[in-house]
């Protein structure tokens, strides 16, 4: 015959993780946008993109984007932006395989980071005499500001959610 199973067990429930916050303080933003020597209107962008992170709630598994990824147990206090990163990061050249053209034999362009540092920069000359723009995003800032203001927080605005405002902060 079948009866019905009952589990009777003595554990107890875990204890699930608080949501903890990331807290990002205004001086650290400042600091970076120093640092990186960023120009005053992306400075003041930045400042901008942090108050919307600050006003925005942390997400939760209750909020449609958020239901497949759990980000309670992360360990936020773990993090270390750029400028308090411990030491000056050493320059790594990039491995030889990745500096080959994805497509066909010639290189459109080249542009390799290590950090935050532009290590090699090449364009092809066919693309400069056609006035390509192709560089890096702060020296673009500094040097293209019209260009980067009228594509800047267009795919993905700072309302998109706290992580997007977080991205332009930083």
Do not use: H
Request: charged share 30%; no cysteine; hydrophobic share 45%.
């Amino acid at each position: 015959p079948k009866f019905a199973r009952t589990v009777i067990t003595t554990a107890r429930k875990k204890e699930e993780p608080k949501l903890a916050a990331l807290e990002i303080p205004k001086a650290e933003v400042n600091a970076l946008s120093k640092t990186v020597k960023d120009p005053a209107w992306y400075a003041r962008r930045r400042l901008a993109a942090l108050k919307t992170y600050d006003s925005m709630p942390m997400p939760t598994l209750n909020d449609e984007a958020w239901r497949r990824t759990d980000i309670r147990p992360f360990q936020w206090g773990e993090l270390a932006l750029p400028q308090r990163a411990n030491g000056k990061a050493r320059m790594q050249r990039a491995p030889a395989a990745l500096l080959k053209p994805l497509v066909g034999r010639k290189q459109g362009g080249l542009l390799v980071q290590s950090g935050a540092r532009v290590t090699e920069r090449a364009l092809n000359a066919a693309l400069k005499r056609q006035k390509v723009v192709f560089t890096d995003f702060l020296t673009a800032a500094r040097d293209y500001p019209a260009l980067v203001r009228k594509y800047l927080g267009r795919a993905v605005p700072v309302s998109e959610g706290k992580f997007a405002a977080l991205a332009e902060a930083l």
